[in-house]
């Protein structure tokens, strides 16, 4: 039997200029012949969810009453989110959890009692009805909190290197490499043979990713840096950035050096630079300035935006059901994630968990577990 | 018989930071098996060729002699040089000439007396040795003059063409679109259908190609421009720019004005932005500042570096063979040239010469005659 509501995190952009994160009970509709009515367990907090909801607002400067907050946003930022004002956005792009009701098909009926993940959005929500298009049967015995992050990190981390082959490119530069996404980035490099050149900006995250075996590790914060970035790009032939932050001066570093690494293996002086091939996805926008190329890059570099729908529908299906039955192997091993806090749906917009999964700072991931 | 020696303009930098262009007597090697000898009539200044003439050093400061001009490089110009310190470059990409001897083959020989267009480089010379391979063969009864700019500005027009068809482009959005060029490609999207947004940057560039009969002309120093823009690329669907320019904002507002469009054609609001392709080459660099993207562009998008010898291997020996035949056909309609003046090789290096051709200014293109 399921329930006739539920509890919903949803945000909503305000004309006044304020992002409105409110706890609602809403209703929770039947499942249609191919749905399945998913009793949610484990959500987590990605980065790609904060931008849906709080967006640039300030949440140092909310008003916060139990179930709701209000946070100012700046009229540039109000003016970035012109076309969802006023609509009321379930939040959570993916989680995991159990089958309770379903829709009558037989493929439906016979979900009931399993563990999915799934990629539906509205995800922060006791109870979610999706289609089974958008779920992953788990392997039985997988917990809520081990399928809660199946789809995001791993189908990233996957779409990076099924990109990579898909260009032909040698290897891999990535940027804010610390994070949980990149820590799967190394393990998965590791098992692929995918040469990897991590990016980080402090010398302890370099220290984490050593410390799982990474193999290049360079610390934009350090004096060496410009020598040691150098050095990893011709030590592994990589030739392709796949870049969370977007704005501020690192992504044309990199490019410029990979150029000074392929005039030097050219050896003869072209004045259109190397024709060795640059590559650079910007995935994220860490840093929400302009992209910035120099222009002693030369004339044989591509630079385009990386994100995961798209990517996924041009790798076609195939390469597709490659990744997905991927993730299902690996789940609790290549693919694993790791948690700072897990809180309860009904705390997840107090004020000193709000400030803390906000900063969206490295090793501060939250798994919001909506039945306790 | 061939000359002994034969004069060529050539530049060199030098580590004292500055230019050394000048008129060089230099030994005219004796033609290889399929190789031969032209007596160049006639080449064209380019860009391309004033960047490997003065790159960025400072004619204004330069000192004048008879042959020779010495002009200072600032640091930066001089670093950017540092791959061809000391080496004597002769200048000139493409011209056209007669055969007036050629190596053993039968097929070189069977060229002799013919007027041919070649792109091997060194062409501001009174004669120069060319492999086979780099020449057109010129229709009978051709001047030099239609000849001399057969490769750079027609393959270019149509590497423009066959590159939006190869990756499935709607239109062709082109800055600082009256150059020789850009008045090339308007007659070329005609003649093939291909939708076409002028950008230019002068009231009187404008009435320039609408003279030309361009059906989209827009002026970015109009304070009209921003809804220009946006309304012609509604009108025309274009989502391919070609970019001569680089540096400074233009860039970054076309393609932000191309997000616009295609959220407005989309309707629902996404965070990611428009599902819609948007595309940049940037194949000049008018202005060497950086390439700015703002952040208002989506995710799904390419910015590339665009250079004619490498598309043209890309494209492949079908489409290559395809774009040179086209060129020899429409050498005296579809791909004029005009000149603002001509001079005798003689006469290249003097210093009101000089002044006027590297302005690099629409409508200040120059032709070389070798043999006055």
């Known amino acids: 039997m399921q329930p006739q509501t539920t509890l919903v995190l949803t945000s909503q952009a305000h004309e006044d200029g304020k992002i409105i994160a409110a706890l609602t009970e809403m209703p929770l509709p039947e499942p249609a012949e ?23 607002a300030r949440v140092d400067q909310a008003t916060f009453a139990p179930g709701r907050v209000e946070a100012p946003l700046s009229p540039a930022g109000l003016a970035a989110l012109s076309g969802r004002l006023g609509e009321v956005m379930p939040v959570g792009n993916e989680g995991a959890g159990t089958v309770i009701a379903a829709g009558s098909s037989p493929r439906a009926q016979a979900l009931i009692g399993r563990r999915v993940a799934t990629f539906a959005g509205g995800m922060y929500a006791r109870h979610r009805v999706v289609p089974i298009e958008a779920c992953m049967v788990l392997p039985e015995g997988t917990s809520a ?51 990897l050149v991590n990016v980080v900006r402090k010398p302890e995250q370099a220290d984490l990713l050593r410390g799982l075996g990474a193999a290049h590790v360079v610390d ?72 910035t190329l120099p222009r002693d890059i030369g004339f044989v570099w591509d630079v385009s935006g990386w994100l995961l729908g798209p990517t996924m529908e041009a790798l076609g299906p195939e390469v597709r059901a490659r990744m997905t039955a991927r993730v299902g192997q690996d789940l609790t091993t290549l693919f694993a994630s790791s948690y700072k806090a897990q809180v309860p749906l009904s705390r997840v917009l107090d004020a000193d968990v709000v400030a803390d999964y906000n900063r969206r700072a490295t090793g501060a991931k939250y798994l919001i577990l909506p039945q306790e």
């Open 34 to 56: 191919n749905e399945l009515v998913i009793a949610v367990e484990a959500a987590p907090i990605n980065p790609s969810d904060l931008g849906l909801l709080f967006s640039s």
């Open 220 to 291: 934009s914060s350090s004096p060496d840096f410009a020598a040691d970035l150098r050095q990893a790009l011709e030590a592994t032939g990589a030739d392709t950035v796949f870049d969370a932050i977007g704005g501020g001066p690192l992504l044309g570093t990199i490019l410029s050096t990979m150029e000074q690494v392929g005039r030097a293996a050219a050896g003869a002086y072209s004045r259109y630079g190397s024709t060795a091939k640059k590559r650079a996805y910007v995935y994220g926008m860490l840093d929400t300035g302009p992209i």
């Open 145 to 195: 909190q081990d399928g809660a992050a199946a789809f995001v990190n791993p189908l990233t981390a996957l779409g990076f290197v099924e990109t990579l082959r898909a260009v032909g490119g040698k290897g891999i530069v990535h940027t804010a490499a610390a994070s949980n996404l990149g820590q799967m980035l190394v393990r998965l490099c590791a098992a692929e043979g995918v040469p």
